[in-house]
């Protein structure tokens, strides 16, 4: 790899803080692209609404400034713990998503074969109607297990609350099998408990971080951006793993460009280096640990000159990256990652990472990860959902015995949809996710649509799986409703409203209301119990001990202080078998697994071909924001990150066109390269989210690559089935 010269990589930081930094300005300044119908200005009184922002799902909250009853500006609320008054590029452009000309605007009943496109619209009434009958029907033929829901935001839980009520148990979110899922099994085999959303770290306090992958600065989590540019700022070391130079290896004292899918050893070496040259926390691992002992043994031949035949990477540069974190503990975060679906021995890796911070004992101790806490909500008094005739569908006989029953695997149920085992799925609900763009493999999606009698989407956009609904529901943008009440989990709980501030255009519905309608169609109208939905949001809210009228005003609501690090009283358990941090997991071993993480070598991609990998940009967010005017007008496209060696062979120069084809032989739409130093040369990086496929959305019709679409592979997790996203192999086509 080439070393990059300073004059290089000051112009790399400037380009990305320029780029993010925009956003901030963009509606307020008249910067607008072209064809955008502006908020007008007018010197009319502004009203600021407070409500909480959905353009992903960190739940910052915001003030939303209206005149004329117009959205101008969307800015951070500064009572809100996730903001700290701040709003990312996302949430500033987040008034775009109300003024995108793609949205969908009433319902719409499939008239021509599914997938071509062919619309007429409904009233409401008819759509949901013709979802309850269709609903029923197939309850009757099949069982309503035999209709699934595929969900992802806030909307989507009143939605669940519903259908689960009318006996719909296979129900689904993509954070567990295509994000977050590997980390929280991983860190629930170690000390007793996942780590959930946002992750516990105290970045603000800590001395040192170490950032595996995670890319924050382009993986825009607004606290955890906000408290890494601030120790940034007072030069705290960062430690930064990737194959790519990312934003955060630009602030990196280290960067490790490690070879794809070799993290695992990396760790493991590290753990080595910490047990042999007594770096580790003897104190936490004597009272807390279990297993330590043959945690040692297990790891005594993984030193850091075996890691580098695995990972590319210098023994020096492991062995010295290691003391310098291992010096700050317990003030030291490796960060536990995010979207943890790599390469399908996720959960593992994830242990890893959870052993060695607990190595470093950092849990519960300020710079370290705190103890979250939170404020509990009351339910609303409601019948208790029905007995479940069949167990869930998505992982019979419990083949990954670690699968998520809340969450479930999306990709579970599309394979019971595919096999008809161990029963047959015959309705989907798809609300708030593009499982065309977020699933592995679209040929088998759509190979499960084919089998379906019913696939209702409920979306603000015409996505790509809208494309091949037979009813489409037309969501109002969160700006222009209720949802229900949010309480954050942090250094201190906090809750926070989400309500109207301008009125939807056209005929768009909010969740809430589409869920009781289809519950009283259903015959399950106590599921949705509320007449106003407001009168149900002040029950909740005093019943939570905080005042209704309160939240409304000020948006957030702070919960107690209380103890949330051991310097200040907290007391650490660890709910595992043996109540313990678990160095070895007798759990795993008993059901055959490596009781200890091991590290397993990738298989190689054919030759000559570049392994993809994909990320974040900080103006988009999945496949949701690519035709949202604002944010699209800073980045309207992706490009292919090639390294120049790789360049020079292929004989293309910068900007050159190429379309990208996989292993499979399935090509993208063409894409420009961007050849910098700052990707090794044996992989390619892409933004995800681009290259979508329904015309509808024209804003963002077939502009840019879809990584999903070159994601034919995938290996599962054979411990809790996420589904792996780096599998993939590309080659570059010329000429496109
Ligand atoms: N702007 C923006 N921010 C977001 C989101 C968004 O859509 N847009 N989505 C949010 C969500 S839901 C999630 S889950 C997070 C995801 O954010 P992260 O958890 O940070 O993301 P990943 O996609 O896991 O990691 C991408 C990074 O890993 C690197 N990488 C790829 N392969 C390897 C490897 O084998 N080893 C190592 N060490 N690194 C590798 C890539 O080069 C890239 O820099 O982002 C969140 N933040
Ligand atoms: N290839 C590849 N696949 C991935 C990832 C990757 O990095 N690469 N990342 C994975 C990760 S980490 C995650 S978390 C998932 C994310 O997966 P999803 O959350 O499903 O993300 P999107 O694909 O953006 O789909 C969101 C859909 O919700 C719609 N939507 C937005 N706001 C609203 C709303 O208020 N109401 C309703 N009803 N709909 C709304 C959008 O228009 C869009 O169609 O994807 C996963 N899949
Ligand atoms: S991180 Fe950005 S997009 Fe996500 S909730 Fe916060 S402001 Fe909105
Ligand atoms: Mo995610």
Not at 163 to 178: D, E, H, I
Not at 363 to 377: D, E, H, P, S
Not at 553 to 569: H, Y
Not at 710 to 722: Q, S
């Amino acid at each position: 790899m080439g070393q990059l010269t300073r004059r290089q990589f000051l112009k790399i930081t400037a380009t990305t803080f320029g780029a993010a930094g925009a956003a901030q300005f963009l509606p307020g300044t008249g910067g607008l692209p072209l064809g955008v119908a502006a908020p007008a200005a007018t010197s009319g009184a502004t009203t600021v609404v407070p409500t909480f922002c959905e353009m992903c799902f960190w739940k910052c909250s915001g003030l939303a400034h209206v005149r004329d009853g117009r959205l101008w500006k969307f800015e951070g609320n500064p009572l809100d713990p996730q903001s700290r008054g701040r709003l990312c590029p996302r949430g500033t452009g987040s008034v775009g998503a109300v003024y995108d000309p793609d949205r969908l605007r009433q319902p719409l009943i499939r008239t021509g074969e599914r997938g071509k496109e062919q619309w007429k619209t409904a009233t409401w009434e008819e759509a949901l109607d013709h979802i309850a009958a269709k609903m029923k029907k197939i309850a009757a033929e099949h069982g309503p297990e035999s209709i699934a829901l595929f969900s992802h935001g806030t909307g989507g839980g009143l939605i669940r609350q519903a259908t689960r009520a009318f006996g719909c148990v296979n129900q689904t979110l993509p954070s567990f099998a295509q994000c977050k899922g590997p980390r929280d099994v991983g860190w629930e085999l170690t000390i007793g408990s996942g780590l959930g959303s946002p992750e516990p770290v105290d970045i603000v306090n800590t001395d040192c971080l170490v950032l595996i992958g995670s890319h924050l600065g382009e993986n825009m989590h607004n606290t955890q951006v906000q408290e890494f540019a601030e120790i940034v700022g007072r030069r705290a070391p960062v430690i930064v793993v990737d194959p790519r130079f990312s934003v955060a290896a630009s602030k990196a004292k280290y960067w490790l460009p490690i070879k794809p899918g070799t993290d695992t050893a990396l760790v493991l070496a590290w753990m080595n280096v910490l047990v042999t040259e007594n770096r580790y926390d003897r104190a936490f691992v004597e009272k807390y640990g279990h297993g330590f002992d043959k945690f040692v043994a297990a790891i005594k031949d993984n030193t850091p000159e075996w890691a580098a035949a695995e990972t590319g990477l210098d023994p020096a540069l492991i062995r010295a990256s290691a003391r310098e974190f291992s010096s700050h503990g317990p003030r030291v975060i490796v960060h536990p990652g995010r979207r943890t679906n790599w390469y399908g021995d996720d959960a593992q890796r994830s242990r890893a990472i959870a052993l060695l911070n607990m190595l470093l004992g950092n849990y519960g101790r300020r710079g370290g990860f705190y103890l979250a806490t939170n404020v509990a909500i009351p339910a609303y008094p409601k019948p208790k959902p029905p007995a479940i005739a069949r167990g869930r569908a998505d992982n019979p006989d419990k083949r990954y015995p670690f699968a998520d029953e809340v969450e479930g695997l999306t990709t579970g149920v599309r394979a019971a949809t595919i096999t008809g085992k161990p029963y047959p799925i015959k309705g989907w609900l798809v609300y708030g996710t593009d499982l065309m763009q977020n699933l592995p493999n679209i040929a088998e999606t759509r190979a499960a649509i084919d089998k379906l009698d019913l696939l209702v989407v409920i979306d603000t956009l015409p996505s790509d799986i809208a494309g091949y609904a037979d009813v489409v529901l037309p969501e109002s943008v969160f700006f222009e409703r209720h949802d229900d009440l949010f309480s954050g989990w942090g250094r201190q709980g906090w809750i926070t409203l989400r309500q109207p501030v301008v009125k939807p255009p056209h005929d768009q519905k909010p969740g809430w209301w589409i869920a009781k309608q289809l519950a009283d169609r259903l015959g399950v109208g106590e599921s949705a119990p509320w007449g106003n939905f407001e009168e149900y949001l002040a029950w909740r809210a005093e019943k939570a001990g905080l005042s209704f009228d309160e939240l409304k005003k000020n948006g957030v609501v702070m919960g107690p202080k209380t103890p949330v690090f051991v310097e200040d009283g907290a007391k650490l358990e660890f709910t595992t078998e043996s109540g313990k941090v678990e160095f070895y997991s007798d759990h795993l071993e008993k059901l055959g697994f490596d009781p200890v993480p091991k590290y397993t070598p990738q298989e190689a991609g054919p030759p000559g071909a570049l392994r993809l990998l994909t990320g974040r940009a900080p103006m988009h967010t999945f496949s949701r924001t690519q035709s949202n005017p604002f944010l699209a007008d800073l980045m309207p496209t992706n490009e292919a990150w090639v390294h120049p060696d790789v360049a020079k062979q292929a004989g293309l120069v910068n900007g050159a066109k190429v379309k990208l084809r996989n292993q499979d032989g399935v090509e993208t739409d063409p894409v420009r390269v961007k050849v910098t130093q700052r990707i090794r040369s044996d992989c390619v990086y892409m933004v995800y989210g681009f290259g979508h496929e329904n015309p509808m959305l024209k804003g963002a019709y077939h502009r840019g690559a879809s990584v999903a679409r070159l994601t034919t592979r995938y290996k599962v997790d054979p411990l809790m089935g996420g589904t792996s996203l780096n599998s993939n192999f590309v080659t570059l086509v010329k000429g496109a």
